[in-house]
């Protein structure tokens, strides 16, 4: 498995209770076992039993499988890929974070900040104002357009072309570890490696919530989630915290069976208290963790892991919500789904091409990619109009539909054997604005 810097130190700890947890489950395979063959009836009943009913069981008929369908709102099916390195223009490959406003696309490299507009990359770095090079999290103000952009040595607020920094020294910021940001209104939220920081833009002031004085039980907290007047944030060891904005109060969300790696209980809250990424959209909330993935729309938790489900990994490193579905950002691929229907997109084991796999109620599918994803190992997803981007650590993917649609798909996207040529001639090129000649 690929590692990054953010990857975090925690996941040693959390294999110290396997052991313990795989004798537990040891011990209850063993009663439900020593159950079954106490009440399961002689053996030469059961042989009866069956030879009667294959004896009076119609021949089935043969039926062609079913193809696995999308909701009619889905999003199309991304077969054309390409990848923009710092040959392109990006400041490094290591891309952590990526966010769209409008025709604007914003990504934050463990070298700075870069800027994709008209088919030009532009960057910044620590030398132009940025507080620190290593950028986790971007957020775009609805209001003013600022850019958010939260780092491992603080937050800088982009405005005008001018950086505007914040640290633990300099102001009243938690810690300059930054895992995630968030913009809400007047509010900018910023989830630390020491507990959560909110700035008040009117009267330039923070405000900190730690475990003294919100439910958390650690205070590292990794993600947050703005929509509307909902906020969300996925904390270590606290599960998923909401903010009430009326009551200015938090409520918890958490693991009812209390175990770090195993969900003992299906669907009955969150999957591990050890939450990664959360997103919110249309009244449904997804929540990500090392072990599986959470869907909360408001009554009912559902959730979701590799063993029980097609979900590609349990590792997830960020959720984007999209209507009531969203794009899970895993180890071992990008995914989206809607909790029926699953889609992951693979990079592959040769650099020509890779696959989209589409679960559904029909079956299983496999449509071939025409292009090349950057990596498997995805830290961030995007969409912008027609395209969805990811961040990983060799660069920034960019995916589009099919622009041959001869045959359909899900969402109306073509699996046919496109030539390969026809995905450089649908991707524009892109031009390198160097430093000092920015438009």
């Known amino acids: 498995m690929h590692t990054t810097v953010l990857e975090m ?50 021949m089935a008929t043969p039926t062609q499988p079913a193809q696995p369908t999308q909701p009619a709102d889905a999003p199309p099916l991304f077969t054309e890929w390409r990848t923009f390195t710092t040959a392109d223009g990006l400041p490094s490959d290591v891309v952590f974070s990526v966010v769209a406003d409008g025709d604007t696309l914003w ?16 960057s910044w770095g620590r030398e132009d104002g ?24 603080g937050v800088s607020r982009f405005s005008g072309g001018r950086f505007e920094s ?18 809400a209104g007047r509010y900018v939220w910023a989830a630390t490696a020491a507990g959560a920081s909110r700035f ?3 009267k330039d002031r923070w405000e900190i919530f730690t475990n003294t004085n919100a439910p958390m039980h650690e205070i590292w907290c990794y993600g947050l989630a703005v929509d509307g007047d909902e906020l969300y944030m996925a904390v270590w060891g606290g599960g998923v915290l909401r903010w009430d904005r009326d009551r200015e109060r938090w409520r918890d969300y958490r693991d009812p069976d209390g175990e770090l790696e195993l969900d003992l209980l299906r669907d009955d809250g969150p999957v591990s208290d050890v939450v990664a990424s959360v997103s919110h959209a249309d009244g449904v909330l997804w929540a990500g963790t090392y072990f599986g ?11 979701f892991a590799k063993e029980d489900s097609p979900l590609v990994s349990n590792f997830i490193n960020f959720v984007r919500s999209e209507g009531t579905g969203a794009w899970l950002a895993t180890d071992r691929g990008l995914v989206h789904t809607d909790g029926v229907t699953w889609i992951t997109y693979s990079h592959g084991q040769s650099a020509d091409g890779g696959t989209a796999k589409i679960d559904g109620p029909g079956g299983e599918r496999i449509v071939p990619l025409h292009g090349s994803m950057p990596s498997d190992y995805i830290l961030g997803v995007v969409r912008r109009g027609d395209e969805v981007w990811t961040a990983t650590e060799h660069g920034l993917g960019l995916g589009r539909p099919a622009t041959d649609r001869t045959a ?30 920015r438009s």
Do not use: C
């Open 107 to 122: 990504a934050g490299t463990d070298n700075g900040l870069a800027r994709y507009k008209d088919g030009k990359w532009t």
């Open 293 to 303: 993935v959470n869907r909360f729309d408001g009554r009912r938790w559902s959730s």
């Open 9 to 58: 130190p925690h996941r040693q700890a959390h294999r110290e209770g396997r052991a313990t947890a795989r004798l537990v489950l040891l011990v209850l395979l063993g009663w439900v076992v020593a159950l079954a063959l106490a009440l399961a009836p002689p053996l030469h009943a059961q042989a009866g039993t069956e030879a009667g009913a294959q004896a009076q069981a119609p």
């Open 408 to 437: 359909s798909g899900p969402g109306g996207a073509a699996a046919t054997d496109n030539p390969r040529s026809s995905s450089a001639s649908s991707i524009s090129s892109t031009e390198h604005t160097a430093k000092g000649d």
């Open 130 to 153: 940025l507080v620190y090079p290593v950028i986790t999290s971007l957020a775009v103000d609805s209001d003013n357009g600022d850019l958010w952009i939260g780092t491992l040595g």
């Open 200 to 202: 008040d833009t009117w």
């Open 166 to 183: 914040y640290t633990q020294m300099t102001s009243g910021l938690a810690n300059d570890v930054v895992y995630a940001i968030a913009s």
